[in-house]
């Protein structure tokens, strides 16, 4: 990907974008893609403001969903595109990508690899297209640090007014520098006390577009974007040792730290005060299972895709895609000079020119988030294709679509929404006839089964059995047992009772052993408050109080006539629903109206407990 092209497909005809305006059915104002215009450096000052503006928006999401969150609950901003991530298969393991090999590289065999493997255009970046229009890519990045000692040179200044001397890095020519030899960066070797912070550079190469930096053979590429980045330490003190090659600190400062104690040791960058890492980076892209480009170069890879389309659909996807990434830079070399020292994750522990503890593997951390920035990068681009740019600025410098197949490209843009949500209709119905045939089965398998047994006449015990043992039917049993109700459905799930009958009631006098009573004694009970509980002088058995129900009024002094009463002499004999502790306690209390027999035959009413006399 050129470094600052702004088509990379010389195409004219190619205007596409895609739509988010789902409500309505309609292109988007901005869908479309940058071409030039006749203002080139209004069309450079925008697009410096706006490619800058990505990179910054991509950064931010990669720290937040991919790097930090990464195989964890999807963070809130995340659910933005199609999918949270690109894939992506790290490797720390891999060798040198350089031709130079074991010259050039610090590392034999434990550099770094990230490989995306097939995206896939429908699944990862919302273009919503028939299997066959659809295309998949391929980006793999391999860096490693670099060797800089056989290839630094010092220069002593020949300034006056300075004493410092400059460090030149050599990795082949640079055209924007006045410099004669392969001078590719350089860089004061003393800076000024107060410069406390990194400085990051780079370079990059592309074999089929032009470029002002002419790598040495050593990191010669044909058939890759090469790139080399430079990092300056600035007096950056560190609080410990650090063995990342490319962060490399081992030099004892000779400035204390203004926060710590007298005498504690930090660090500086070792010698020399640059330090360097190198990138290739391949892209393939696949129209089909068995029509792919070679692993090679962006421009390489996009022109010779361009040829292997089927479909016309496919080929305007595709060049949209492509031309749309080049123009807004997605690339690690953009990422990285765009953001300067911004770019670098080991500044979340930096303050005030103090750099805190880093891991012997900060350099392969920092590449890791730039590559995640790049892949953001890419999923934004189809979206910002698709909306237009977020900097209205920009419009003016956007091709629309003209033909039909690029309109319809605008209105095929797959974008998450918080105003909308996918769900399956499938699953959906599934779910409803299964739970609605469950509830069915729930409602009409028990009369199903007793109409069965019926007609079949077999089962009926377990049948009864399984209805005796519901809760309404033992309530029914219960009620049934002390004569209350006349029932009936007494077979059946809902026993009940003619209109307009009583039930029985709770007899509560012994608190221990509640009981259901039916009839006069039930309806005395019934009145009774909490406040009679226990005391004895109001029961209706009670050895102070006679209750006697008999068909003939008796006078007190009078004797009941034996022809009238026929009971035993010593027989007492209560015929009311009494507990066992009531029946005690009235055998043992003479009766008024007999020295020694009581006999009462009939049940006591509420009228009886009005006549009856009480013993004073």
């Known amino acids: 990907m050129s470094e600052s092209s702004i088509t990379g497909v010389s195409d004219d005809s190619i205007l596409t974008g895609v739509w988010t305006d789902w409500s309505k059915g309609s292109i988007s104002a901005g869908c479309g893609f940058i071409q030039e215009s006749e203002s080139i450096d209004g069309l450079y000052n925008d697009y410096g403001k706006y490619i800058a503006s990505l990179i910054s928006a991509s950064t931010a999401y990669a720290d937040q969903c991919y790097v930090s969150n990464s195989g964890g609950a999807p963070a809130q901003g995340c659910s933005l595109f199609v999918k949270r991530q690109i894939p992506q298969i790290i490797s720390r393991n891999a060798s040198c990508p350089f031709p130079g090999k074991s010259s050039i590289c610090l590392r034999d065999n434990t550099n770094l690899q990230i490989d995306t493997g097939l995206v896939n255009s429908h699944d990862h970046f919302g273009i919503n297209a028939a299997p066959q229009d659809r295309f998949t890519w391929r980006n793999v990045v391999q860096c490693g640090p670099l060797n800089i000692r056989n290839y630094t040179q010092i220069i002593p200044s020949t300034e006056e007014w300075s004493n410092s001397s400059t460090v030149q890095l050599r990795y082949g020519k640079s055209f924007d520098a006045n410099k004669t030899g392969p001078v590719t960066f350089e860089w004061p070797e003393h800076v000024p006390s107060n410069f406390q912070d990194y400085t990051i550079k780079g370079k990059t190469s592309q074999p089929s577009w032009p470029s002002d930096y002419e790598p040495i053979p050593e990191l010669q590429q044909d058939d890759a974007e090469m790139a080399v980045f430079f990092l300056a330490g600035n007096n950056v003190r560190f609080l410990g040792p650090v063995d990342d090659e490319f962060f490399a600190a081992h030099k004892p400062s000779v400035v204390a730290r203004p926060d710590s104690p007298s005498g504690a040791q930090v660090y500086q960058f070792d010698d020399p005060v640059v330090h360097a890492l190198g990138c290739t980076i391949r892209d393939q892209i696949c129209l089909s299972k068995d029509r792919c480009t070679p692993l090679t170069e962006w421009t390489q890879a996009i022109t010779a895709a361009v040829n292997l389309t089927v479909s016309d659909m496919q080929r305007e996807s595709f060049k949209a895609w492509s031309i749309s990434n080049d123009a807004l830079g997605s690339t690690i070399y953009n990422t990285v000079v765009t953001l300067g020292f911004n770019g670098l994750i080991a500044r979340k522990t930096f303050s005030d020119g103090v750099q805190r503890p880093l891991p012997p593997d900060q350099w392969q951390l920092e590449v890791e988030h730039w590559a995640a920035a790049v892949m953001a990068m890419f999923q934004r681009v189809s979206i910002e294709q698709a909306t237009g740019p977020a900097d209205t600025s920009m419009y003016k410098h956007i091709s629309r679509p003209s033909t039909k197949i690029q309109k319809h490209l605008c209105e095929s843009q797959k974008v998450r929404s918080t105003s909308h949500t996918s769900f399956s209709v499938l699953g959906l119905s599934i779910t409803l006839i299964l739970g609605g045939a469950i509830i069915l089965l729930e409602l009409v398998d028990e009369p199903l089964f007793r109409f069965i047994q019926r007609r079949g006449k077999f089962g009926s015990y377990k049948h009864l059995e399984w209805i005796s043992n519901e809760t309404l039917q033992l309530q029914r049993m219960a009620h049934e047992e002390v004569g209350a109700g006349t029932w009936t459905g007494t077979d059946e799930s809902l026993p009940t009772t003619s209109r307009g009958e009583r039930l029985a009631t709770l007899n509560i006098d012994d608190r221990k052993h509640p009981r259901l009573v039916f009839g006069s004694a039930g309806s005395a009970v019934g009145k009774s408050s909490d406040s009679d509980f226990g005391d004895e002088q109001h029961h209706p ?52 109206l007999s020295p020694s027999t009581t006999h009462v035959d009939s049940p006591i009413s509420p009228q009886d407990h009005e006549k009856a006399p009480s013993s004073q």
């Open 541 to 592: 058995l009670s050895t102070q109080t006679t209750h006697v129900s008999s068909p003939t009024s008796l006078k007190i002094d009078e004797k009941p006539d034996s022809s009238q009463y026929p009971l035993s002499p010593q027989t007492t004999h209560i015929a009311s629903p009494t507990s066992p502790r009531d029946n005690e306690k009235v055998a043992t209390s003479p009766h008024p």
